[in-house]
C-alpha cells in the first residue's frame, strides 16, 4: 500500500468513527426524591440501538437495576452502586425494564425501549416484581410503539 492509500484509508476509517459517535446520543435519566415519592425521570424513554442512557442521582438514595426476564438476550445484568451516577449503553434491540433496588416497594421502577421491542416484550411482560412496582410496568407498557 502506498502512502497516498494509507492516509486514504486512515481518514475514511477516523470520519466513520466520527460519524458514528455523532449518530448515538446520551439520555438522562433523573433518580429523584420528591416527599414521599421516589421516581426516575423519565420513566419511560425510547431510545435507539447503541445510544447511552445515562442514570444521575440528583436527591436521594438510588440506583438502577436491570429486572430479571427484563432485558434482551444478550445483554449483561446491571446494578449500579447507590448515589452514583451510571452510563448503560444499549446495545441490543428490545425493552429494558429496571427498578431502584432500595424502593421498589415504593414502586421506583422504569421502561426503556430500543428499537423493535418484539424480541422480548412479551416475556418481559410476564415478569413479576411486586404489586405495586407491577401496576406501574403495566402502564409503561401500554406506551411501548406497537410493532405489529
Not at 416527599?35 to 426516575?40: H, L, S
Not at 442512557?53 to 449483561?76: C, K, Q, W
Request: hydrophobic fraction near 40%; proline fraction near 4%; glycine fraction near 8%.
Amino acid at each position: 500500500m502506498n502512502r497516498r492509500t494509507f492516509v486514504t484509508a486512515v481518514v475514511a476509517t477516523l470520519a466513520a468513527r466520527a460519524g458514528h459517535a455523532e449518530e448515538a446520543k446520551t439520555h438522562i435519566v433523573e433518580m429523584v426524591s420528591k416527599g414521599a415519592r421516589k421516581i426516575f425521570e423519565p420513566q419511560y424513554l425510547e431510545v435507539a440501538v447503541g445510544d447511552t442512557v445515562r442514570f444521575v442521582n440528583l436527591s436521594g438514595t438510588h440506583n438502577t437495576e436491570s429486572v430479571d426476564g427484563m432485558i434482551p438476550d444478550g445483554v449483561a445484568p446491571w446494578k449500579s452502586k447507590l448515589k452514583e451516577t451510571f452510563d448503560l449503553t444499549i446495545t441490543h434491540a428490545g425493552v429494558y425494564g429496571y427498578i431502584c433496588t432500595p424502593h421498589l416497594s415504593k414502586a421506583m421502577v422504569g421502561l426503556i425501549v430500543a428499537g423493535d421491542p418484539s424480541g422480548n416484550l412479551e416475556a418481559a411482560k410476564a415478569v413479576r416484581v411486586g404489586k405495586r412496582a407491577d401496576g406501574v410496568f403495566e402502564e409503561l407498557f401500554t406506551l411501548v410503539p406497537d410493532t405489529k
